[in-house]
């Protein structure tokens, strides 16, 4: 089991940026593909991006296409959401997780490890 910790999240203004930082809290051997949720108030945690460490392959969810991008460092298991261009839309609780397999994984029942979260909050 992975104890990952979100930081980064905090109150932007529309059109601005924030970058998440997630990593183990502990050290760790394993390099797990991992990946960025969030969930709105009301609405169903979504998965935004993913990232495999085999190949540094990775994934964006269509609606942040273009304004976010998710990289790691590899040798650290540590993974970084950017996010640009930020919109009131994308107000939500921002999650890392870690899953199970090699490639990138966007289904979220492959994701065992799960981080406390860390608010995100765009003001228009």
């Known amino acids: 089991q992975v104890q990952l910790v979100e930081s980064g999240g905090g109150l932007v203004q529309a059109g601005g940026s924030l970058r998440l930082s997630c990593a183990p809290s502990?050290?760790?051997?394993?390099?797990?593909?991992m990946g960025w949720f969030r969930q709105a108030p009301g609405k169903e945690r979504e998965l935004v991006a993913a990232?495999?460490?085999?190949?540094?392959?990775?994934y964006v969810t269509e609606s942040v296409k273009g304004r976010f991008t998710i990289s790691g460092a590899y040798a650290r298991n540590t993974v970084y959401l950017q996010m640009n261009n930020l919109k009131p839309e994308d107000t939500a609780i921002y999650y890392c997780?870690?899953?199970?397999?090699?490639?990138?994984?966007?289904?979220?029942?492959?994701?065992?490890?799960w981080g406390q979260g860390t608010q995100v909050t765009v003001s228009s």
């Open positions: 502990g050290h760790t051997d394993n390099s797990y593909p």
């Open positions: 990232i495999s460490w085999v190949g540094i392959s990775t």
């Open positions: 997780a870690a899953a199970r397999g090699s490639g990138v994984v966007t289904d979220p029942a492959a994701y065992h490890d």
